[in-house]
């Protein structure tokens, strides 16, 4: 669905993607981690159109995006840090996104964690007054409203309670059984456990291994994400 071939991205001198490739199918949930300045940001910047690479090439469903931005319309895209026009209220948010996205409902909206989040209830409040968290929720819900064949979560979980943190787990796996690719980078590897199917793990703008979780617990000998990790690392150091 979405095929990264031999991309490299350069600002100035520094190499921040060095001739990465991977392919992302439908159905995964992919945790893209890896340490700071790694490259995860550039990858997904690059995904998204934000960022063109020096060289190589990003398809998405066949198609080279820089010749098909409409395929944007296809994505959900959740920031690690939402910024909105701070005197619009919660509401009024949710509106603009509906309007500028009039054309773009062909798959439905989907409402489920306006709902779960119970965010009708602070409709009226305005975005400058808002805690990280309830800023998170309001991102979440912007991510999956216009029901996108893929997801891209950055940090999806941090900032939020307990309570709505296993809401959106809930939901990530929910999309991800319906056929979704889901793409979620994270520090915080214990939040991934039993939600991703592949890893793909980078540092200094390469892509160290990318593997699925079977095949990860096969090779460690270990359950949980965070210990399969440290063990590889070991290994490779």
């Not at 199918?25 to 020096?54: D, F, H, Q, Y």
């Not at 701070?86 to 603009?96: A, F, H, K, P, Y």
């Not at 989040?117 to 009226?124: C, E, V």
């Not at 994270?186 to 540092?203: A, C, F, K, N, P």
Request: hydrophobic share 40%; glycine share 8%; charged share 25%.
């Amino acid at each position: 669905m979405i095929i990264a071939n031999n991309v490299t991205k350069k600002f100035g001198k520094l190499v921040a993607l060095n001739n990465v490739s991977a392919t992302c199918n439908r159905g995964e949930c992919i945790a893209l981690i890896g340490p700071n300045a790694s490259g995860k940001t550039t990858l997904v910047k690059s995904i998204l159109g934000m960022v063109v690479p020096n060289s190589g090439f990003i398809t998405f469903n066949g198609k080279n995006i820089l010749h098909d931005w409409l395929y944007r319309k296809q994505i959900g895209y959740m920031p690690q840090i939402g910024r909105y026009p701070e005197n619009m209220t919660i509401g009024q948010v949710l509106s603009m996104m509906k309007d500028i996205r009039s054309n773009n409902y062909q798959s439905g909206i989907d409402e489920d964690l306006i709902k779960a989040f119970k965010l009708p209830d602070l409709f009226q409040k305005r975005m400058r007054t808002l805690s990280g968290g309830t800023t998170q929720k309001v991102s979440a819900s912007l991510a999956f409203l216009f029901n996108p064949d893929v997801l891209i979560l950055d940090e999806p979980t941090a900032g939020l309670d307990p309570l709505a943190s296993e809401i959106l787990k809930e939901k990530i796996t929910a999309e991800k059984e319906k056929g979704k690719l889901i793409l979620i980078t994270s520090h915080i590897l214990s939040e991934l456990d039993g939600i991703v199917t592949h890893v793909i793990y980078m540092q200094e703008g390469k892509i160290l291994f990318h593997k699925s979780i079977d095949s990860l617990r096969e090779d460690t000998g270990e359950e949980k994400l965070s210990k399969s990790i440290a063990s590889v690392m070991k290994k490779n150091n």
